[in-house]
C-alpha cells in the first residue's frame, strides 16, 4: 500500500515535468510531450503516433492490464524509476482502443490495490491529456469514476483554471460538484491564491471553512506577508479559519514569529493556536516556550500552556526537563511542571511530591496535582505512596487521595491482602470506611461470594452494613436470585429486607413475574416495599400488565402503595389518569398522599389546568394554600434512619 502511494504522489509531482504543454495557435487545443524510454506524441483529441523500443508488448486487454498493474503496485521499486514503469505501461496500452480498454477493466471487481493502480494510471494520462481523461472518467461507474475525475480535474486546473471551472456546471451530483470544486480551488490557490479566495464566493457554505484554511496554510507556507494582507478581505468565522491556518503554517517552521502572531489575534480562536505553537516550539527550544507560555495573563491558559510544553520537553528529554522544574523557584510555573511529570510512568514521583509540598501553596492547582501525582506512583510504587501519604495536611484532599490510593493500590496489586490490610489498619472515620468500601466494590466486581465473605467478618462498625448492602447490590446487578438465596439465610432485620427488595428489583427489571414468584416464596406477598419495588420496575415496562396484577391484590398497604405507584407513572402524561388510580386507594392517608404527588407532577407540566384541579378538589385547604402559594414540599420517603429526609 505505501508503494502505491508514493507511486501516485510521484505522478502528481513529477509528471509535470515530463509533460510539457505546448499551445498550437490559440485554437483552443494544446499537445503534451513526452519521452520516456520511447517517443509518444499525443493531441488532445487523442491522435498518437509511437515509436516503441521494442522491449515490452503491447497490452491489449482488461486481464492484460490487470496483471501488468499488479507487477507494478508488487514492485518493490520506487521514485522516478517507478514513474518511468507507469508511464511506460500507458504508452503501451492498444492507442486504437485505449479508453475501451480502461472502461472494461474499470467495470470488473476491483480490490483496493486494483483501485490505486487504475488511478495512478489516470493520474499520468491526466497530466498527459486531461481532457480525454475527463470523458473517458464520465464513462466510468462509482467509485472508480470520482477518483478518476478528481485527477483529470486537477490536472486540467494546473494550466486551464477556467476550462476546469466550466466542466463543473456539467456534474448533476452536488456531493460531486462540491468535492471536485474543492480540487479546483486548492489547485489554482498553489499559483494564484486571490483568485481562489475570490472564487470562495461562490462555494457551497459548509465547504468554505476547509478551502479558505487549505489556501491561507499553503499561501502563508510560501509568503507570509502576502497572506497576512489577504485577511483583510475575510470577516467571522471565514478570518478565524485563515488566521488559523496561518499561525499553524508559520509555527513548522518559525514558532517564535508564530507566537507574535497569535497573541496579536483579537479572535476567540487564538487559545487553541497557543497550544499548537508551544508544543511545536517546546520541541525546538522548550525553556523559550516556556517563558513565552508564563507571560499569558489568563491564569488556566497560562498553566495549560506550561504544562504543555513541560510534558514535550519531558517525552523527548526526561532528565533535562526533570532538572529544570526541581531548579525552579516561581511556584506557578513549578506547579505546571510537576503536573506535567506526574503523568509520565516512571517519573521521580518522591521527588516531585516532596517539592510540591515545600513550594506550591495548597489549593485547587495542588488538589489536582495530588491526584494525578499519586495515580502515576501508585502504578510504579504503591508501598511508597502508602509511606508517603501522611505527610499530605489533614482534610479532604488527604481523604480523596487515600479513598484513590486504596482503590488503585486493589485493583493493580498482585497480592490483593496487602492493600486490604493496610486500609484496615487506618483509625476508624470515614475515610477509613470510604476506603475500605472502594477495596470490596473492586473485589465484589470480580469475586462477589468472596468478597462478601470477608464483609461479613469485618468488625461491626457503621461502615459493615454500607459496605455489605454495596457488595450486595454489585452482586445483585450479576445474579440476583443468588443474592436472594444468600440473604434469606441472614437475621430478620432491616438490612436483609433491603438486599432482598434491591435484588428483587433486578429481577423485575427483566422478568417481573419471576419476581413475584420469588416474592410469594419468601413469604412477603403482603410486604409493602418489597411489593413496590417490584411493581416500579413492572410498571415502567408493561403497565397494562402490571395494573392488572395490582387491581387483584388484597387489600392492604401493599396493594395501595402498587397503585400510588401507577398513579405516578402516569401523573407527568395523563393526570387524569392518575387521579383515577389514586383514588382506588383505600387508605385516606395514603390516597392524599398520592393525590398530592399527581398534582406536583402535573404543575410541572401545566400549571394552571393542576392549579384549577386542586382548588376544586377535596384535598386539606392548608395543601390548596400551600400550592398555590408554591410553599408545599413533598414527603419524606427516606426510611434509612439515618437522616431527616
Not at 375 to 394: F, H, I, M, Y
Request: net charge negative.
Amino acid at each position: 500500500m505505501l508503494l502505491v502511494l508514493a507511486g501516485l504522489a510521484a505522478v502528481g509531482f513529477v509528471a509535470g515535468r515530463i509533460f510539457a504543454p505546448q499551445p498550437d495557435g490559440g485554437k483552443g487545443q494544446f499537445k503534451m510531450a513526452v519521452r520516456v524510454g520511447g517517443d509518444f506524441a499525443a493531441s488532445r483529441d487523442g491522435a498518437a503516433s509511437t515509436r516503441s523500443s521494442g522491449k515490452l508488448p503491447p497490452v491489449k486487454s482488461a486481464t492484460e492490464l490487470r496483471d501488468e498493474l499488479k507487477k507494478l503496485r508488487e514492485s518493490p521499486r520506487i521514485g522516478l524509476k517507478s514513474l518511468k514503469e507507469w508511464v511506460s505501461l500507458l504508452e503501451r496500452l492498444d492507442a486504437s482502443n485505449t479508453a475501451a480498454l480502461i472502461r472494461d477493466y474499470a467495470q470488473e471487481t476491483l480490490t483496493p490495490g486494483d483501485m490505486h493502480g487504475l488511478r495512478a494510471l489516470f493520474d499520468a494520462m491526466a497530466e498527459k491529456d486531461p481532457d480525454a481523461a475527463w470523458n473517458l472518467a464520465l464513462t466510468l461507474q462509482p467509485p472508480m469514476k470520482n477518483s478518476a475525475l478528481q485527477a483529470a480535474m486537477t490536472a486540467l486546473a494546473k494550466n486551464f483554471p477556467d476550462a476546469a471551472l466550466a466542466k463543473l456546471d456539467g456534474i448533476a451530483s452536488p456531493t460531486l460538484r462540491h468535492s471536485l470544486r474543492s480540487s479546483v480551488l486548492q489547485t489554482i490557490a498553489q499559483n494564484d491564491p486571490q483568485r481562489a479566495i475570490a472564487l470562495l464566493e461562490d462555494a457551497p457554505e459548509a465547504r468554505k471553512n476547509s478551502l479558505v484554511s487549505t489556501v491561507f496554510f499553503n499561501w502563508a507556507r510560501r509568503d507570509m506577508q502576502a497572506a497576512q494582507a489577504g485577511l483583510a478581505g475575510l470577516d467571522g468565522d471565514l478570518r478565524k479559519r485563515a488566521m488559523n491556518a496561518i499561525t499553524h503554517a508559520i509555527t513548522e517552521t518559525d514558532p517564535a514569529a508564530a507566537w507574535k502572531f497569535a497573541t496579536e489575534d483579537t479572535s476567540d480562536s487564538k487559545d487553541t493556536n497557543y497550544y499548537s505553537i508551544i508544543s511545536r516550539w517546546a520541541q525546538i527550544d522548550p525553556e523559550a516556550a516556556l517563558e513565552a507560555a508564563s507571560t499569558l495573563e489568563d491564569k488556566r491558559n497560562r498553566e495549560q500552556l506550561l504544562s504543555t510544553a513541560f510534558a514535550t520537553w519531558a517525552y523527548a528529554d526526561y532528565e533535562a526537563a526533570f532538572q529544570h522544574v526541581m531548579d525552579l523557584s516561581d511556584p506557578v510555573v513549578l506547579a505546571s511542571g510537576i503536573s506535567a511529570l506526574a503523568d509520565i510512568p516512571g517519573t521521580n514521583s518522591a521527588a516531585l511530591f516532596d517539592a510540591l509540598l515545600d513550594r506550591v501553596p495548597v489549593g485547587e492547582q495542588f488538589n489536582r496535582i495530588v491526584d494525578s501525582l499519586i495515580r502515576q506512583w501508585t502504578s510504579d510504587n504503591p508501598r511508597e505512596v502508602a509511606a508517603a501519604l501522611g505527610q499530605l495536611p489533614p482534610g479532604q484532599t488527604l481523604s480523596d487521595a487515600i479513598v484513590q490510593f486504596a482503590s488503585q493500590w486493589y485493583e493493580e496489586a498482585d497480592d490483593k491482602n496487602e492493600p486490604l490490610q493496610w486500609a484496615l489498619a487506618m483509625p476508624s472515620g470515614e475515610t477509613r470506611s470510604n476506603a475500605l468500601e472502594r477495596i470490596f466494590d473492586e473485589w465484589a466486581g470480580k469475586d462477589p461470594i468472596a468478597a462478601m465473605t470477608a464483609a461479613m467478618k469485618l468488625p461491626d462498625e457503621e461502615s459493615k452494613d454500607d459496605i455489605v448492602n454495596s457488595i450486595a447490590s454489585i452482586w445483585g446487578n450479576k445474579d440476583p436470585q443468588a443474592v436472594i438465596k444468600w440473604a434469606s439465610q441472614l437475621p430478620e432485620g432491616e438490612q436483609r429486607k433491603e438486599i432482598i427488595e434491591g435484588a428483587l428489583g433486578t429481577v423485575a427489571g427483566n422478568d417481573p413475574r419471576k419476581a413475584i414468584e420469588m416474592l410469594n416464596s419468601l413469604g412477603l406477598s403482603g410486604d409493602a416495599d418489597a411489593t413496590g419495588r417490584i411493581v416500579s420496575r413492572w410498571v415502567d415496562n408493561d403497565v397494562d400488565a402490571a395494573s392488572a396484577w395490582i387491581k387483584a391484590l388484597p387489600d392492604g398497604e401493599a396493594r395501595n402503595n402498587s397503585l400510588k405507584t401507577v398513579a405516578d407513572h402516569f401523573a407527568g402524561d395523563d393526570p387524569e389518569t392518575a387521579i383515577e388510580w389514586a383514588q382506588i386507594i383505600t387508605d385516606s392517608e395514603s390516597r392524599t398522599s398520592a393525590l398530592k404527588s399527581v398534582a406536583r407532577t402535573w404543575r410541572r407540566h401545566d400549571t394552571e389546568a393542576a392549579l384549577a384541579w386542586v382548588a376544586s378538589s377535596n384535598l386539606p385547604e392548608d395543601f390548596k394554600t400551600s400550592f398555590a402559594n408554591g410553599t408545599d414540599k413533598p414527603e419524606s420517603t427516606c426510611r434509612c434512619g439515618k437522616c431527616d429526609k
